[in-house]
């Protein structure tokens, strides 16, 4: 029985993949048949014969695949395989997932640590851009089909390649080949865009200038953005504008990266993307630091409990040097909100490099009465620190944030723990912490 079973199963395998060449050979004669009726000039006139070269090059876009499908488990992959093995494997990491990647002749697969099937690159197809192919069929069969009777199956057509195009430029993205992801989700914007279909793919659009811009090619993300605000679409709360912001600034334009941030912010001015564009861009240069304020307090009188305005106004005070006026802001936006994290961070930070200021000034002193005058102020801000600090770290959720506390808070308590036992309990507290918690 168990060599019945193992020859039937070597047998199903043989099958498979014979079955596997042959719809490569079906899709080729498919597309070829297809063609042919398409040159023949009587022929050409008829929307069927282009609706059927449009499923004859979707066919040859499907073949490579066969009937393998994303979120297999690998036994059922395998099976459908038939006898190909992978001519080699190896361990990836994609986004810190860990995949083993098995090459195949004429595709990759992608398998999870659950051995899951999650992605699939096609290496060798049938035709370089069958999918460009299909699209062509299907304009020209809308061309001629003067009644509009296949109009809903040419819409259905231009979508299902909008999406599969957009499919491969993500899936491509996963693996890091940004300039194929670029390109496959700039075709599916474009294939969005065709008559009849014509409803753009404002995802890819996006998508497709991300990118570009995280590849830091940002002449061509700046066209796709360009075109996601010339249809109104704007993404997560602006953030198209912030984008173009920054790409106009990385190509010597800032006169234009600024304008088009202070447009974003008229129309998203909770946006903190465009706010630290704006921020980063007047600090940088100098021309009007008092519009950074002007443009928080706009933003306040649109949020007034938005605590990361407050707690950006404590950070572009302590950038230039108004140390007040930074302690008042975070102090204020944990009066909004009393479970601010970053409110009592920022405090905490802006405490405690006043106070190594201070103790470098005390360093270089030679002075006795002003050495110790500066080290009673070093002590006395170092000292306060720790209510700010010990606040962040009980009200936060974030491991991070802890464990950043905890570092403040042991060597604040350590520097006095030979003064009072409660700093000493202070220090082994926290420092127990970092020891149990730091990777």
């Known amino acids: 029985m168990k060599k019945f079973l193992i020859a039937l199963a070597v047998l199903l395998s043989v099958q498979v993949a014979d079955a596997q060449v042959k719809a490569l050979d079906s899709a080729k004669k498919a597309v070829e048949a297809a063609d042919a009726a398409a040159q023949n000039a009587k022929k050409a006139t008829k ?29 059922q992959v395998q099976m459908m395989m038939g006898n190909e093995r992978p001519s080699s494997s190896e361990s990836v990491v994609i986004d810190g997932i860990n995949f083993k990647k ?30 460009a192919s299909a699209l062509e069929a299907y304009t020209k069969a809308y061309e001629v089909d003067a009644k509009k009777s296949k109009e809903k199956d040419i819409k259905d057509g231009i979508s299902k390649i909008a999406q599969k ?12 080949n940004f300039a194929k992801a670029g390109e496959l989700l ?31 090619d940002f ?26 912001g ?41 021309d009007n630091t008092d519009r950074l304020f002007e443009l928080i307090a706009d933003a306040k009188k649109n949020e007034p409990n938005n605590v990361s305005l407050y707690y950006v106004e404590g950070n572009i005070h302590k950038q230039l040097g108004n140390f007040e006026k930074a302690r008042a802001a975070y102090q204020e936006s944990t009066k909004v909100d009393p479970n601010y994290d970053f409110g009592y961070h920022g405090e905490g930070t802006l405490l405690y490099d006043r106070a190594v200021t201070l103790s470098e000034e005390a360093s270089n002193e030679l002075d006795d009465a002003k050495y110790n005058a500066l080290v009673k102020e070093y002590e006395a801000i170092l000292l ?18 802890k464990l950043n506390c905890a570092e403040y808070l042991k060597n604040i ?8 036992d409660k700093y000493m309990q202070g220090y082994t507290k926290y420092n127990d912490y970092v020891k149990a918690n730091a990777q």
């Open 186 to 216: 700039g075709k599916a914007a474009e294939a969005s865009k065709t008559a009849p279909y014509s409803s753009v793919d404002s995802t890819a659009l996006y998508n497709a200038g991300y990118v570009y811009w995280a590849s830091q």
């Open 102 to 131: 098995e090459v195949y002749s004429n595709k990759n697969l992608y398998f999870d640590e659950m051995d899951m099937l999650r992605i699939i690159e096609v290496t060798k197809p049938v035709y370089a851009d069958p999918l």
């Open 246 to 286: 920054d790409i106009y600034m990385n190509l010597d334009n800032a006169a234009k990266g600024v304008d088009v941030l202070e447009k974003g912010f008229v129309k998203f001015p909770q946006s903190q993307s465009i706010l630290i564009g704006l921020i980063n861009y007047y600090l940088k240069s100098g």
């Open 47 to 75: 929307v069927a014969t282009w609706l059927k070269l449009a499923s004859a090059y979707m066919q040859a876009y499907e073949a490579p695949t066969g009937n393998v499908i994303v979120n297999s488990p690998r036994m």
């Open 384 to 401: 306060e620190a720790i209510v700010p600090f010990e606040k962040a770290f009980e009200v936060s959720a974030a491991a991070d944030v």
């Open 413 to 420: 308590y350590y520097r006095f723990s030979s003064v009072e």
């Open 165 to 176: 195009y957009f499919d491969d430029g993500m899936n491509q993205y996963s693996i890091g």
């Open 219 to 244: 002449k061509t993300a700046q066209k796709y953005f360009e075109q996601c605000l010339e249809i109104g679409y704007y993404y997560d709360n602006g953030e198209v504008y912030a984008k173009l």
